[in-house]
C-alpha cells in the first residue's frame, strides 16, 4: 500500500451504534488531519495530530473521539451521531504540522440514519 | 486571519474550452498557495502550488501564478478535457497553521 488509505470507505449507522473510522499512511509523515467535508459547504478541519499529539481540536463535539496510536494511523471513534454528522470523513497526512502539502486518503462516506 | 474566496460553480464548459477559475486571499505573512483536486469518488490530490510571488505553478496542462499585488491565484488551463470533470479547492499555508481551503469549485465539461 502507498499514499493514505481509509477504511471503511462506506459506513452506515444508527445514532445509537459505536463505530471507529481508521486512517493509515504510508509516507513517513509526522503529521495527520481528520477533515469533515459535507455538501455545499467548505472542508472543515476537525483534529490535528503532530507526532501523537493532538494540536488542534477545532469545536468539535464530544461524540467524535480521535486517536492517535502511533505516527501511521489515525482512528476516529463515533457514538451516539446525529443525522447531519452525515458526510465524507477525510483523513490527510504532511510531513510535518504546518507543513504546505497535506496527503489526502479517498475519504469515508458516513451515513447516520 | 487567513480566508480564501473562489468563484461559485458549478463552472460548464465545453471540451476543449479555454478555463479560468479565480481564487483570492487573504493572509498574514507571505503564504504559500495550493490548487488541489477532487474526482468524483476520491479524496482530494495535490494540482500544483506556489511558494512565493511572481511563482508559476504547473502540472497536466493547468497553470497558477502567485500575484501579491492582487493577492490572486487564479487556475487556469488552455483546453480543458471530460476527464478534468471535477472539484477544485484553492488552499493556502502561512507556515504557521495548517492549511486554510477555499469552498470549492465544480468543473463540469462536456464533449
Known amino acids: 500500500e502507498t499514499g493514505v488509505t481509509q477504511t471503511p470507505r462506506h459506513l452506515v449507522m444508527g445514532m445509537t451504534n459505536k463505530k471507529s473510522l481508521k486512517c493509515e499512511q504510508h509516507l513517513g509523515h509526522n503529521a495527520m488531519y481528520w477533515y469533515k467535508q459535507s455538501a455545499k459547504k467548505p472542508l472543515e478541519l476537525m483534529f490535528v495530530y503532530s507526532l501523537e499529539e493532538r494540536v488542534e481540536n477545532n469545536s468539535v463535539p464530544s461524540r467524535f473521539s480521535p486517536e492517535c496510536p502511533n505516527s501511521s494511523h489515525l482512528f476516529l471513534h463515533l457514538h451516539t451521531l446525529q443525522p447531519e454528522d452525515s458526510a465524507l470523513y477525510l483523513c490527510a497526512s504532511s510531513q510535518d504540522h504546518g507543513g504546505d502539502e497535506q496527503f489526502f486518503g479517498p475519504g469515508t462516506r458516513l451515513t447516520v440514519l | 486571519g487567513n480566508s480564501v474566496t473562489q468563484m461559485e460553480g458549478p463552472v460548464t464548459l465545453s471540451e476543449e474550452a479555454f478555463l479560468t477559475i479565480n481564487c483570492t486571499y487573504t493572509a498574514t505573512g507571505y503564504p504559500s498557495l495550493f490548487w488541489y483536486v477532487q474526482y468524483p469518488g476520491e479524496g482530494l490530490q495535490l494540482l500544483l502550488k506556489a511558494t512565493k510571488a511572481d511563482d508559476k505553478g504547473s502540472n497536466k496542462g493547468f497553470e497558477a501564478t502567485y500575484r501579491k499585488e492582487t493577492t490572486s491565484f487564479h487556475l487556469e488551463k488552455g483546453s480543458v478535457q471530460v476527464s478534468d470533470s471535477a472539484v477544485y479547492f484553492c488552499?493556502?499555508?502561512?507556515?504557521?497553521?495548517?492549511?486554510?481551503f477555499g469552498k470549492g469549485t465544480m468543473l463540469l465539461v462536456s464533449p
Open positions: 488552499a493556502l499555508n502561512s507556515g504557521y497553521s495548517t492549511l486554510t
